[in-house]
C-alpha cells in the first residue's frame, strides 16, 4: 500500500469525519474565552509567567479571574482584539503592583517610625537611670522623668496622706517627704517637712495642731496634683505625638514617591489607549460584518 495514497473504506471514512468534527475547538464565546487563557498553563510564557508571579508573592489564578473577566467583559472576536484585552490585563496587574508597592512604602515608613520611638524610649530608658546616693541628696521628685518615677511618686505622697490621717507624724512620715524631695527640698516641701516636725514634737496636742495639719493635708494633695499634671504632660509628650507623625508617613513626599506616581500615570495612561484602540477596532468589525451582510442580502435579492 503506498504511503501518499490510501484508499478509505467508506465506514473509515465517516470515522474520520466524525472526528474532525470534534477537534474544532470551541465554538461558543464562553469556549473561546477559556481557550484564551491556555497561555497561562503551557508553553515558555506560561511558565515563566507563573515563575516570576510567586516569586513576587502574587497568585497567578487571581492573574487568570483577572483576564477572565476582561474577556467576559469586552468579548474580543479576533486574534487582534484578544492581544489587546491580554495587554489590559497585563497593565491592570502592573497597576496593582504599583499600588502594592505604595502601600509596602507606607507600611515601611511606619515600621521605620515606630522603630526610632522604640529606639528613643530605650535610649531615654538608659538616661533615666539614676544611683540611690543621687536620689537621696536630690529627691525622687527631681529625678529624670519617667513613668516610673512619677508614678512612684504619687505613691509616696499617698502614703503621706495616710500618715497624716492616722495623726501619725513619727520618723517614718519625714522619711517619706525626704524620700520624695531630698535634702534640698523646694519651698512647698521645706514647709511640708516643718509642719510634719512641729507635729511629732512629744506632748498633749495643742490647738494649732489641728490647723497645722489640715495645711500639711492640703500641701500634699497640691503636690500629689503637681505630680499629676507632670505625667499627663510627659506622657502626652512621649505618646499622643506619635499618630501625628504616623499621619505624616502617610503623606511622603521623596523622589521615590513621585516616581512611583508617575509611573502610575503612565501605566493609566497605556491603559485608557488601549481600551479606546479595542473600542474602535470592534466598531471597524462590527460595521464591516454588517456591511458583509448587506452585499449578501443584495447578491440573494437579485437572484
Not at 499627663?232 to 513626599?253: D, F, K, N, T
Request: hydrophobic share 35%; charged share 30%; aromatic share 4%.
Amino acid at each position: 500500500m503506498s504511503l501518499t495514497h490510501q484508499t478509505l473504506t467508506p465506514p473509515s471514512l465517516a470515522a474520520r469525519r466524525q472526528n474532525a468534527r470534534k477537534s474544532t475547538g470551541p465554538r461558543t464565546a464562553a469556549g473561546k474565552r477559556r481557550v484564551a487563557l491556555n497561555f497561562l498553563h503551557r508553553g515558555v510564557h506560561g511558565r515563566s509567567l507563573r515563575r516570576s508571579m510567586r516569586a513576587l508573592g502574587e497568585n497567578p489564578q487571581e492573574y487568570q479571574r483577572l483576564l477572565a473577566a476582561l474577556l467576559a467583559s469586552h468579548r474580543p472576536a479576533t486574534p487582534s482584539e484578544v492581544m489587546l484585552v491580554e495587554d489590559l490585563a497585563a497593565l491592570r496587574w502592573q497597576r496593582r503592583r504599583y499600588e502594592r508597592a505604595r502601600a509596602g512604602k507606607l507600611a515601611h515608613n511606619l515600621e521605620l517610625l515606630e522603630r526610632e520611638r522604640l529606639r528613643q524610649a530605650v535610649e531615654h530608658y538608659r538616661t533615666t537611670q539614676f544611683e540611690t546616693d543621687a536620689v537621696r541628696q536630690s529627691g525622687l521628685r527631681w529625678a529624670p522623668h519617667s513613668s516610673g518615677k512619677f508614678m512612684e511618686v504619687v505613691g509616696l505622697l499617698h502614703r503621706i496622706e495616710e500618715h497624716i490621717e492616722r495623726a501619725d507624724f513619727s520618723d517614718k512620715t519625714r522619711h517619706l517627704l525626704q524620700a520624695v524631695y531630698g535634702e534640698n527640698p523646694t519651698g512647698r516641701g521645706a514647709a511640708m517637712l516643718k509642719l510634719a516636725t512641729d507635729l511629732a514634737q512629744p506632748g498633749p496636742p495643742l490647738p494649732w495642731h489641728e490647723a497645722a495639719r489640715a495645711a500639711l493635708r492640703i500641701a500634699v494633695g497640691e503636690e500629689t496634683h503637681a505630680v499629676l499634671l507632670e505625667h499627663q504632660s510627659y506622657e502626652r509628650e512621649q505618646q499622643v505625638s506619635s499618630p501625628i507623625l504616623r499621619e505624616v508617613c502617610l503623606a511622603p513626599a521623596q523622589e521615590e514617591w513621585r516616581h512611583l506616581l508617575r509611573q502610575e500615570m503612565a501605566v493609566d495612561r497605556q491603559i485608557e489607549r488601549k481600551i479606546k484602540l479595542l473600542m474602535q477596532m470592534q466598531r471597524n468589525r462590527r460595521a464591516e460584518e454588517r456591511r458583509t451582510v448587506g452585499r449578501v442580502a443584495k447578491s440573494k435579492t437579485k437572484r
